[in-house]
């Protein structure tokens, strides 16, 4: 592994620069990269950013995000390819997976327990909370300043990865990065406003008909939902929509573990694993193929919902020290 010394040399030798994140784009990933980008552009170079996945509205406040492409990324003479928050390959997505094969300096900066190294530079800090406290780190090495529009993606960053700082993985460092962007005079209540309190409706439908599928282990120990793909069209809502609805499932007294099964298409589910004290659901998910974090991680399956949750469930409960309850 690099030190933010040598990435951020790298980064200054860079001229022409393909800079993305992770398929289906969260707060981290996005605010992360536009930070950089912005960044970069403002120290003159050729910058382009973007991710195969449509954005979630909620981030459409997001300054530069006009500038980030979504789909494939255009074909140009690139000389470096930064990647953030990725754990694995395969988290890129089609259409940025083919640069990994270029001839281009590969610069790979994430935040994932026993993330797979690749790269020719590559920084992991499992302790950082959110790849943005990276950044932050990095451009402060890099004796860069940053804009009001880096910091506003910065916070953005932190505070979606920290659950607004209640997760474990929030430290006193967290604290003090996220002072340095307040203090930067960042717009904190507008952001706070513009990811928690202007949700569609179709949002607040979505989660009525989660809870409604809201059922525990015997034990007490794991709890799920189930969002299949009729669920989510009678509530009207999209697959942005169902965000942070894991964390009911892990709200309750008691519960160690919550998962939530979302079908993505016929026969292929994304489950969402969160726990409260002492699961390592990285683990848990990584036994299924996936990965994450200590505390928040997740997996795709194929196959029928019936047999995926009894295998996962079981697997969650014996975790959790459920069995036998
Ligand atoms: P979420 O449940 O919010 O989609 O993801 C929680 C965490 O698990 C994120 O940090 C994400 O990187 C990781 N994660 C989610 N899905 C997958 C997956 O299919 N594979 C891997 N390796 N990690 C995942
Ligand atoms: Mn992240």
Redesign the pocket.
Known sequence: MNNLVEIGEAIKRSNRVLLCG?V?P?GDCLGSVLALGLTLERLGKKVIMGGPDPIPEIYHYLPGLDRFIVGKPPEYEYDTFIVL?C??P??LGQGYQEFLNKDLVLINIDH?EGSQPFGDYQYTDPKAAAVGEIILDLLDVMKVQITIEAAVNLYTAIIT?TGSFRYDNTTPGTHRRVALLLEMGIPATDINIHLYEEKPLAALKILGAALDTLTASPCGRVCWMTITREILHKAGALDEHT?GL?NYARSIKGVEVGL?FREISNDLY?I???SKNSVDV?KL??SF?????TR?????LQGDLKTIQEQIITAAILAAGGAGN
């Not at 193929?289 to 974090?293: A, D, F, L, M």
């Not at 928040?296 to 795709?300: F, I, L, N, Q």
């Open positions: 992770h289906m969260d928050d754990s694995i395969e988290r994932h990865d965000d894991i939530l994304k969402s694993f969160r990285n998910a990584a193929g996936g990965g994450g974090h928040a991680a997740g997996c795709v």
